[in-house]
C-alpha cells in the first residue's frame, strides 16, 4: 500500500508498506481521508522524530472497515471514523474518566507514538475506538472529527456554558474549533485573537465567532478588555505564542479560567494571578464520551466545520508542510483526499 513516512528533518514522503491485517482486537480501515495536525507538522516533520524508521504519521482519519473478525461490531463497508488513544481501561485514570492520563493513553494510539497511523491507504485500529458515523457525517467532515474533540475538551475544562464569555487566542484549526464548540455550549459571546491575515479573514466570517482581534495590534489588549470590562470567563489559549497567552491569562475577571491547548511559549507569572485565584489548566486530548459527544453534535448540526477543510493529494505532502512551516498555506485544515 501507499504511504507517507517522515524520511528526515523536514523530509516527507511516499514509500510502500505491507497493508495490515485484521485480529481479535483490531479492524483494518480503508482511510479515504487523513488530516494535518499541527503536532504533525512539529513533532514529525520539523523535528524528524521516527525518521527513516518508515513510520506512518496522522491521527485525524475516516474511512471504510476494510477487514474486521466477527464480533468486532463491525462489517465491511461500515463508515467509520478512528480515536487516537488506546487507555488501558484499568487505572485510576482510567476508572475515573479521564483516559487521557492513562499511562498507556498513547501505546497502541494510531499515528501518535510509533504505531502507524492514517497517512496511507490503510490503518489498522483497535475495535473498541472505532466509531460508525451518522449518514449525515460526511467522511471529509469525520477526518476533523479528533481536532474538534481536541477544543471540546478544552472548552470542557473551562466549563464553558450559557453565561460565559470566552476569549480564544489563536485562529488555527484547534483555535477555530475551540470557538465553534464553545457557541454550541451555547457561550453568550465569542472573541478570538489571530494574527495571520488569511485566518483573520476566516474567523471573522464565521459564525460561531462573534468579534475577532488582529494579534499584531498594539492597541490589542486595550480594545479586547473594552469588551469585557471585568474580564473573561474563560480564555483559552490555542496559539503557543508567548504574547497571546500573557493577553489570554490578563484578560480574565477575577477566578475566571484560562485553559491552555497549545504547546509552545506560556504566560509570564507573577504574582497577580494569586490575588486574583486564577484557575489555570492544561488540557490533552478528550474523553471518549466528548468524542461520541462531537459525533452527535456534527450529526444534530451543532458543530458544522467542514468548509474549513481543505482537500490535497498525498503526492503534494512535501510542499503542503512546507507552506504550513512558512506560513503561505492558511487554510485551517488540510486534508489528504486518498481518491487524489
Known sequence: MKALTIKGVREIGMIEKEKPVADERFSVIKVTHAGICGSDLHLFWAAGAFA???????????????????????????RVVAMDISPCGECEYCKSGRPQLCDMCFAEAPGVSGVDGGYAEYSKVRNDFIRKLPDNISLQHAAMIEPVCISMHGVNMGN?????????????????????????????????TEANPGRIKIAEEADFVDEVFNALDPEIGEKVKAKAPKGFDISIECSGNSAAANLALWSLKKGGDLVVLAVGNGFDYNYGMVFAEYHIHGSVMFTVEEFDDVIRLMSEGKIDVEKYGELVAMEDAQEIFEGLDNGSRPAVKYIYDMSK
Open 52 to 78: 527513516g524508521t518508515n513510520y506512518v504519521p496522522g491521527h485525524e482519519f475516516a474511512g471504510v472497515i476494510e477487514e474486521t473478525l466477527p464480533g468486532s461490531g463491525f462489517e465491511v463497508g461500515d
Open 160 to 192: 464553558v456554558n450559557e453565561d460565559s464569555n470566552v476569549l480564544v487566542t489563536g485562529g488555527g484549526a484547534i483555535g477555530l474549533f475551540a470557538a465553534a464548540c464553545a457557541k454550541a455550549k451555547g457561550a453568550k459571546y465569542v472573541a478570538l
